[in-house]
């Protein structure tokens, strides 16, 4: 029969805990997850924040009942709560008095028990203070000894007179099985608990002592190899000894790397590592780097591919409305999928290595893009500008500090397959120094005959890349170094004609700068004289990268009045209205050459931003024979204008020149534009044309341009870049080019429109130069009158040979 005063009587909420006992004035953090203990700890929230802890008789039960539990447990206080993830909750208690469980209440989805405090039996007589403090002496020594405590405990135990508070603080620290802490919190005796410690704590202290003898023994009696490999064994025990979830982890990483059904070698090679991880300290520095290979291995594709896309026609539609133009590329693309789709399945087509090659703004990363897409596949881009060390391509050994995989391996890695479209952009901005050369390292990677093995250091195992579809770019095809140049294959973008620059601004352009400043598709209309105005007056350039930036800034302006004034209507742009949008034009489109001149004679070269027009001049002043060349020439055309001399002074009595000129007077060449640098091997006959012209006083007509390197003998050689120099000229408004004989093959890269309104004229030697370039027509005075019957009898030296005339290409940035 219930009594009222057990009916009435104070009830607590009951947390049961595994192996956990709790002693008063003892602060522990607890994880609960059961849902009955997570409710008791809410109900005591709710209430005072009290709750009684117990520890199970027997750990492995999950679900106890009043028999499992102990008699004799600690009265806590929630110090705090705070939820995790999962619905668990962590909890700190702090124990607060010993606590006798008298009755357990079991109907709700928890415990609540009655309890009542346990009473300890102390008296503080002399031999209990003595007690007191020969325990306090022995902890003491206990810390010297063993380094057990914390400063902050061994400040509390110096500090305590009280035995119960002794005694609790020192079971906490010294004993860690659960059946020998709970004999301890129901030992209600705390002179008997000091007593137990004593012993406790004495007798670690001989043992301490003894393991330090046989230590100083055995170190006498073993010489340093054998030390160490004591200290291995010791090392391997204690590890076997704590790491038995280690083991099942290893295990598991074994059955991961199983699954993953790598190449034997590959295998074979971490299955030893994962043996090796296994020996280690947890915290061996060794053991770290040695995980890391493991992951890197396991990050990497080995078997994982998507499958092409190879249907042509969906490729040329992605490529077309991705780019206006570049028909050779799409053309070689298409090709390259057609073979891919009737070799399929046979393992014939390896590793595909395109090179485009072109100056900056024309397109050649957005048509890797392109590409990737039309073929569905993974796209990475790696950029190789400023690369210097070859650690950044081949990785670094694992035996360095911070050592990783190089940048070839780190792309797969990205990509997550084994036959990905990866741009190197940039390939010709590489560079070498004593870390050494990265381009040689490019060798294997775009290799085909070895990059189905590619060795990276940081892997140490072969990786195959064949798969891989490399497309490179670069500005200058010069700046690769030949035995790589080799590897590839290389396709040239030399620029955009004014034409194909208005279709791009219109079809991709100028919709994507609208989206981007929040503009209606049909904000802005620009006509096609505004278009070319905008592309001769505000842009000098064979991409369209500088374009694109005046479009955005067309589309600022727009977008200001849309906020400013609220202006909603369509903005339609004209030739009026242009400088109000761009402000002046910035470059000139007609050079203002005028009427044919004496001495000058229009060039033409090749720069990073397509073709230019090179005007030379020549001044003939009284003087001792000496020639000065201005204009920031470099050493290729200062060699032309010193060739060209020695052929006016070769040919002058053909040329109705006086023989002794030079001993006369002095020559200044100069090409107009000083602060930019132009050299090239295609200046010779511009300079020599000026230069004839200067000492004969015929003008050279001002409505043709040429180019092409001279010999001494008079021999026009072929030069590069004939399409970039035809755009430049056509551009300007000149219709009649004179290029080498040996450049008619050159034609077929001229756009059709353009070769359509030009005159080419084909020319072997300067004497056809000189008969199409200067004007006899206008007479001067101290003209010789047989000077052109004499040209047109005359004809050209009998060629010996020379090394000079061997065909010469254009520089990158030259004549």
Same mark, same amino acid.
């Given at each position: 029969?219930?009594?009222?005063?057990?009916?009435?009587?104070?009830?607590?909420?009951?947390?049961?805990?595994?192996?956990?006992?709790?002693?008063?004035?003892?602060?522990?953090?607890?994880?609960?997850?059961?849902?009955?203990?997570?409710?008791?700890?809410?109900?005591?929230?709710?209430?005072?924040?009290?709750?009684?802890?117990?520890?199970?008789?027997?750990?492995?039960?999950?679900?106890?009942?009043?028999?499992?539990?102990?008699?004799?447990?600690?009265?806590?206080?929630?110090?705090?709560?705070?939820?995790?993830?999962?619905?668990?909750?962590?909890?700190?208690?702090?124990? $607060?008095?010993?606590?006798?469980?008298?009755?357990?209440?079991?109907?709700?989805?928890?415990?609540?028990?009655?309890?009542?405090?346990?009473?300890?039996?102390?008296?503080?007589?002399?031999?209990?203070?003595?007690?007191?403090?020969?325990?306090?002496?022995?902890?003491?020594?206990?810390?010297?000894?063993?380094?057990?405590?914390?400063?902050?405990?061994?400040?509390?135990?110096?500090?305590?007179?009280?035995?119960?508070?002794?005694?609790?603080?020192?079971?906490?620290?010294?004993?860690?099985?659960?059946?020998?802490?709970?004999?301890?919190?129901?030992?209600?005796?705390?002179?008997?608990?000091?007593?137990?410690?004593?012993?406790?704590?004495?007798?670690? $202290?001989?043992?301490?002592?003894?393991?330090?003898?046989?230590?100083?023994?055995?170190?006498?009696?073993?010489?340093?190899?054998?030390?160490?490999?004591?200290?291995?064994?010791?090392?391997?025990?204690?590890?076997?000894?704590?790491?038995?979830?280690?083991?099942?982890?290893?295990?598991?990483?074994?059955?991961?790397?199983?699954?993953?059904?790598?190449?034997?070698?590959?295998?074979?090679?971490?299955?030893?590592?994962?043996?090796?991880?296994?020996?280690?300290?947890?915290?061996?520095?060794?053991?770290?780097?040695?995980?890391?290979?493991?992951?890197?291995?396991?990050?990497?594709?080995?078997?994982?591919?998507?499958?092409?896309?190879?249907?042509?026609?969906?490729?040329?539609?992605?490529?077309?409305?991705?780019?206006?133009?570049?028909?050779?590329?799409?053309?070689?693309?298409?090709?390259?999928? /057609?073979?891919?789709?009737?070799?399929?399945?046979?393992?014939?087509?390896?590793?595909?290595?395109?090179?485009?090659?072109?100056?900056?703004?024309?397109?050649?990363?957005?048509?890797?893009?392109?590409?990737?897409?039309?073929?569905?596949?993974?796209?990475?881009?790696?950029?190789?500008?400023?690369?210097?060390?070859?650690?950044?391509?081949?990785?670094?050994?694992?035996?360095?500090?911070?050592?990783?995989?190089?940048?070839?391996?780190?792309?797969?890695?990205?990509?997550?397959?084994?036959?990905?479209?990866?741009?190197?952009?940039?390939?010709?901005?590489?560079?070498?120094?004593?870390?050494?050369?990265?381009?040689?390292?490019?060798?294997?990677?775009?290799?085909?005959?070895?990059?189905?093995?590619?060795?990276?250091?940081?892997?140490?195992?072969?990786?195959?890349?064949?798969?891989?579809?490399?497309?490179?770019?670069?500005?200058?095809?010069?700046?690769?170094?030949?035995?790589?140049?080799?590897?590839?294959?290389?396709?040239?973008?030399?620029?955009?004609?004014?034409?194909?620059?208005?279709?791009?601004?219109?079809?991709?352009?100028?919709?994507?700068?609208?989206?981007?400043?929040? $503009?209606?598709?049909?904000?802005?209309?620009?006509?096609?004289?505004?278009?070319?105005?905008?592309?001769?007056?505000?842009?000098?350039? /064979?991409?369209?990268?500088?374009?694109?930036?005046?479009?955005?800034?067309?589309?600022?302006?727009?977008?200001?009045?849309?906020?400013?004034?609220?202006?909603?209507?369509?903005?339609?742009?004209?030739?009026?209205?242009?400088?109000?949008?761009?402000?002046?034009?910035?470059?000139?489109?007609?050079?203002?050459?005028?009427?044919?001149?004496?001495?000058?004679?229009?060039?033409?070269?090749?720069?990073?931003?397509?073709?230019?027009?090179?005007?030379?001049?020549?001044?003939?002043?009284?003087?001792?024979?000496?020639?000065?060349?201005?204009?920031?020439?470099?050493?290729?055309?200062?060699?032309?204008?010193?060739?060209?001399?020695?052929?006016?002074?070769?040919?002058?009595?053909?040329?109705?020149?006086?023989?002794?000129?030079?001993?006369?007077?002095?020559?200044?060449?100069?090409?107009?534009?000083? /602060?930019?640098?132009?050299?090239?091997?295609?200046?010779?006959?511009?300079?020599?044309?000026?230069?004839?012209?200067?000492?004969?006083?015929?003008?050279?007509?001002?409505?043709?341009?040429?180019?092409?390197?001279?010999?001494?003998?008079?021999?026009?050689?072929?030069?590069?870049?004939?399409?970039?120099?035809?755009?430049?000229?056509?551009?300007?408004?000149?219709?009649?080019?004179?290029?080498?004989?040996?450049?008619?093959?050159?034609?077929?890269?001229?756009?059709?429109?353009?070769?359509?309104?030009?005159?080419?004229?084909?020319?072997?030697?300067?004497?056809?130069?000189?008969?199409?370039?200067?004007?006899?027509?206008?007479?001067?005075?101290?003209?010789?009158?047989?000077?052109?019957?004499?040209?047109?009898?005359?004809?050209?030296?009998?060629?010996?040979?020379?090394?000079?005339?061997?065909?010469?290409?254009?520089?990158?940035?030259?004549?």
């Amino acid at each position: 029969m219930v009594s009222r005063y057990d009916m009435y009587s104070v009830r607590y909420p009951l947390l049961p805990l595994k192996n956990v006992v709790i002693f008063p004035r003892n602060v522990v953090t607890l994880l609960v997850g059961r849902t009955r203990s997570i409710q008791a700890v809410e109900e005591a929230m709710s209430r005072d924040r009290r709750i009684v802890v117990v520890a199970h008789r027997d750990a492995s039960v999950d679900d106890p009942r009043p028999d499992d539990l102990y008699q004799i447990g600690t009265l806590a206080e929630i110090v705090s709560i705070e939820h995790q993830q999962g619905g668990n909750i962590q909890v700190a208690l702090e124990g $607060l008095s010993r606590v006798e469980i008298l009755q357990f209440d079991g109907p709700r989805p928890f415990y609540t028990v009655r309890a009542e405090p346990a009473v300890e039996r102390v008296t503080l007589t002399p031999e209990a203070q003595a007690l007191v403090h020969y325990v306090r002496d022995l902890a003491r020594q206990h810390q010297e000894a063993k380094n057990t405590f914390s400063s902050d405990v061994m400040e509390m135990v110096r500090g305590l007179n009280d035995p119960s508070h002794l005694a609790d603080l020192l079971t906490t620290q010294l004993i860690r099985d659960a059946s020998q802490r709970q004999s301890f919190l129901e030992n209600l005796d705390p002179l008997n608990r000091l007593e137990m410690l004593a012993v406790q704590l004495a007798t670690d $202290l001989d043992l301490a002592s003894l393991e330090q003898r046989i230590k100083e023994r055995v170190r006498e009696q073993i010489d340093k190899n054998q030390r160490e490999y004591f200290l291995r064994e010791q090392l391997k025990a204690i590890h076997d000894e704590l790491s038995g979830e280690g083991g099942n982890e290893m295990e598991a990483l074994r059955e991961k790397i199983r699954a993953r059904k790598l190449p034997q070698d590959v295998e074979e090679k971490l299955l030893r590592e994962v043996s090796r991880l296994e020996r280690m300290p947890t915290v061996s520095a060794e053991g770290t780097v040695v995980r890391n290979y493991i992951d890197t291995l396991l990050a990497l594709p080995w078997t994982e591919m998507t499958e092409d896309n190879l249907d042509l026609d969906h490729a040329e539609q992605v490529l077309n409305a991705d780019h206006f133009g570049l028909d050779h590329v799409k053309e070689r693309i298409i090709e390259f999928l /057609a073979v891919r789709k009737l070799t399929q399945g046979r393992g014939a087509i390896g590793a595909q290595i395109l090179c485009l090659v072109g100056p900056p703004g024309v397109g050649k990363t957005s048509l890797g893009r392109s590409i990737a897409t039309a073929m569905g596949r993974k796209l990475v881009r790696v950029s190789l500008g400023g690369v210097r060390d070859e650690a950044e391509i081949r990785g670094h050994r694992r035996t360095y500090i911070g050592a990783f995989p190089g940048r070839i391996i780190g792309a797969m890695k990205t990509a997550g397959t084994i036959n990905p479209v990866i741009v190197l952009d940039e390939i010709d901005k590489m560079a070498s120094d004593y870390r050494g050369d990265p381009a040689a390292a490019m060798l294997e990677v775009l290799d085909p005959e070895q990059n189905h093995a590619f060795n990276d250091h940081y892997l140490d195992v072969p990786y195959d890349l064949s798969k891989v579809m490399f497309i490179a770019t670069a500005n200058s095809l010069y700046a690769i170094p030949k035995p790589l140049r080799d590897r590839m294959e290389i396709i040239e973008i030399s620029g955009y004609t004014e034409h194909e620059k208005i279709e791009i601004g219109r079809r991709h352009l100028l919709p994507k700068q609208l989206d981007a400043h929040g $503009l209606a598709p049909d904000q802005i209309e620009i006509p096609q004289k505004v278009w070319m105005r905008i592309i001769r007056g505000y842009t000098r350039e /064979a991409g369209v990268r500088n374009l694109e930036r005046q479009i955005a800034s067309i589309c600022r302006k727009v977008a200001r009045d849309v906020v400013v004034k609220g202006r909603t209507k369509r903005v339609r742009l004209t030739l009026a209205r242009l400088e109000d949008y761009l402000g002046p034009e910035r470059y000139g489109f007609d050079p203002k050459i005028g009427e044919s001149q004496v001495g000058v004679a229009i060039g033409l070269g090749t720069t990073e931003v397509g073709g230019e027009l090179i005007p030379v001049e020549v001044a003939v002043m009284p003087g001792r024979g000496s020639l000065t060349i201005t204009g920031r020439a470099g050493d290729v055309m200062q060699e032309s204008a010193r060739a060209a001399l020695s052929y006016a002074r070769s040919r002058a009595d053909a040329l109705g020149i006086e023989p002794d000129f030079q001993e006369k007077h002095d020559l200044h060449i100069h090409l107009p534009e000083g /602060a930019i640098p132009k050299d090239g091997p295609s200046a010779g006959i511009t300079m020599a044309t000026a230069l004839i012209s200067a000492l004969t006083k015929h003008p050279v007509r001002s409505d043709i341009a040429m180019t092409g390197e001279i010999t001494l003998r008079g021999r026009v050689l072929p030069i590069g870049g004939l399409k970039e120099k035809t755009i430049a000229a056509h551009r300007v408004g000149i219709r009649r080019l004179i290029a080498p004989e040996d450049n008619r093959r050159d034609l077929v890269t001229v756009p059709e429109q353009i070769a359509a309104d030009m005159e080419f004229i084909w020319v072997e030697n300067m004497d056809q130069v000189i008969a199409e370039a200067i004007d006899f027509g206008a007479a001067k005075a101290d003209i010789d009158p047989t000077l052109e019957k004499r040209l047109n009898e005359s004809t050209t030296q009998p060629d010996v040979g020379s090394l000079t005339d061997l065909p010469v290409q254009d520089a990158v940035a030259g004549a």
